[in-house]
């Protein structure tokens, strides 16, 4: 694995075959999918490479300084359906929350 921040970090292929249901397929970055080490030291490297980019786009500053201020701030989790209702996770001003609603992407 590369530590060059100007080249982009390939992931190695290790083929992995799985089956389900009599169906198989071949992931060759399973092993990407695993909190560890090495996985995320792939990850930290790819953030370097893209944030090293990212950087040299002219009005990066410009588009960063004004998103620094939200980010972080607000957060919604992907709605999951149980029992006929509609759940997700969000936080945001006054702390964190779970939201209840009658449809994925009602209020």
Known sequence: MTKQVGVPPLAEVRPVTFAT????WVDPYAWLEAESAEALAWQATQNAFTEHRLR???GFGALRDPLDRHLGETFLSAPRGCGGRWFRAAHGDG???LELADGPTGP
């Open 21 to 24: 249901g009599g169906v198989e």
């Open 95 to 97: 702390g964190g929350r």
């Open 56 to 58: 040299d786009v002219e």
